[in-house]
């Protein structure tokens, strides 16, 4: 691409409801742009559709940003503060002859669209308005002039050429009688006020973009570099919904994903870093570096949510151990559990490797921070060990332990060996009695690191009580 005197674009979110992940690619789309051309990326909020606006929605826009990791340079921009100037702007598209007002009342247009209809004509406004001179005195909305047999052509940076030899819309509406703007007017002034280069938008937007190219056309006013980005597919090959799974940023967010992983992973969605590359891993910094319209995809991506899962496990494994153990405690907290950091922090080299989603490590690490358990005794009960036999395990062990020196992994070892040796039987099913009896569990991490975090105290405690069970 053509390097500019600077590269300038726009995220425009409407805070009319969570934030998708479309939204999010389509953002750092927009920041990776920027920042690769050493320009700026801009946070603008398409607030002006009041009716459809959500309270808080911005607050939850921004937060979600921020959590992803997306940064930009300037804004928020709230449309609704720039009332004025499109005013302004539509005021002089009418003094050019590109626009009009229009005082049509919404049972004049409804009877419109039913005789378009019963004449099984395209629906939308005839133009009645066009030339009858409405004055500004009356309540009004002010529409856009489409040309007749007007033939256009946008030079779209992802798609090529797209070529529409006749415009289908109908005398679009640019300012309501409410005097606030609608998505064409102030999505065309503001991205010339904030002077955006680059206009990257999702591929629905295109249909669209005539309408936009004419409005600048009628300012004077040279159009940014338009590029339409491919859609996110669910594995349907269908747009992603919730059909599909979550589809919302605080969704993921919830689950426990890690947003360095978000970002790696919605960056191959469209994106590539090159022909036979096979790297999949990248930082923000990488993506930064390498990313370029050029290798953005025409045709949609998938989205795999088995995908996302290996790589947030790819990333959990690489957060160093203390950023690691900052991320899984409010997690485990809102289990409800009561963290002990140090007891933690030593069984986390145990778990990491099993975690894809941070909540998996509730499961593994639970028995360490409950005053009591619930024991799978059944399963105590296997291959040959009764009751006694259990509990006689249970008692020395207790006793080995509470005889050790030094508390450490190779010591607690070395001591359940001996109880395994001095049992008679194989290590296996005296492991298992132990294991049951200090997590409550089959499965956890392994046994003697397990015992080594959970503390000699609460172990031998554990050990005593389920004696006294059986």
């Not at 300038?8 to 939204?23: E, N």
């Not at 959590?67 to 921009?77: A, C, H, N, T, Y």
Request: glycine letters at 6%.
């Amino acid at each position: 691409m053509k390097r500019m005197t600077e590269v300038r674009t726009r995220f425009a979110p409407s805070p009319t409801g969570l934030l998708h992940i479309g939204g999010v690619r389509t953002a750092l789309f927009e920041v990776l742009l920027a920042h690769h051309y050493g320009g700026k990326a801009i946070l603008r909020i398409d607030d002006t559709d009041r009716e459809r606006l959500v309270p808080g929605a911005v607050d939850a826009l921004i937060s979600d940003l921020r959590w992803v990791g997306l940064i930009f340079d300037e804004g928020p921009f709230p449309q609704s503060e720039r009332l004025a100037r499109y005013k302004e702007i539509s005021e002089e598209l009418i003094a050019r002859g590109f626009a009009y007002r229009c005082d049509c009342t919404a049972e004049r247009l409804a009877q419109e669209r039913e005789e378009q209809a019963a004449r099984k004509e395209p629906l939308g406004y005839s133009g009645y308005c066009r030339n009858r001179g409405v004055s500004a005195s009356v309540p009004h909305v002010v529409r856009f002039k489409i040309p007749e047999d007007r033939a256009i052509t946008l030079h779209d940076a992802v798609k090529g050429d797209v070529h529409w030899e006749k415009i289908a819309l109908r005398d679009t509406v640019l300012l309501k009688s409410d005097g606030f703007p609608t998505y064409h007017l102030a999505t065309v002034v503001d991205d010339r006020d904030m002077r955006i280069s680059h206009i990257l938008r999702a591929d629905e937007w295109l249909s669209t973009a005539p309408l936009h190219l004419l409005i600048f056309e009628a300012m004077e006013w040279p159009a940014p570099v338009f590029a339409h980005l491919p859609p996110v597919l669910g594995a349907d090959g269908k747009k992603l919904s919730k059909r599909h799974g979550a589809t919302f940023l605080s969704s993921f967010r919830e689950a426990g994903y890690l947003p360095e992983a978000i970002l790696n992973f919605i960056a191959l969605i469209g994106w590539s870093a090159g022909e036979g590359e096979e790297q999949e891993i990248f930082s923000m910094e990488e993506l930064t570096r390498r990313f370029t319209l050029e290798r953005v995809n025409n045709a949609g991506g998938v989205f795999s949510y088995e995908k996302l899962n290996w790589m947030n496990g790819v990333y959990i494994r690489n957060l160093p151990p203390e950023d690691l153990q900052a991320r899984l405690e409010p997690v485990l907290a809102k289990a409800g559990l009561a963290v002990d950091s140090e007891k933690l922090r030593r069984i986390l080299p145990q778990v990491r490797e099993r975690l894809q989603l941070l909540p998996d490590a509730v499961p593994l690490v639970d028995f360490l921070f409950k005053q009591s358990i619930d024991r799978d005794m059944p399963a105590m009960l296997k291959k040959g060990m009764d009751a006694a036999k259990a509990r006689e395990i249970c008692v020395a062990a207790a006793e080995k332990l509470a005889s050790l020196a030094t508390f450490d992994t190779p010591a607690i070892e070395a001591a359940l060996r001996e109880v395994a040796e001095s049992a008679g039987g194989k290590s296996g099913p005296v492991f298992t009695v132990v294991r049951i009896a200090v997590t409550g569990k089959t499965i956890t991490p392994p046994l003697f690191e397990s015992i080594y975090a959970l503390g000699r105290e609460q172990t031998i405690a554990r050990l005593r009580e389920t004696a006294a069970l059986l």
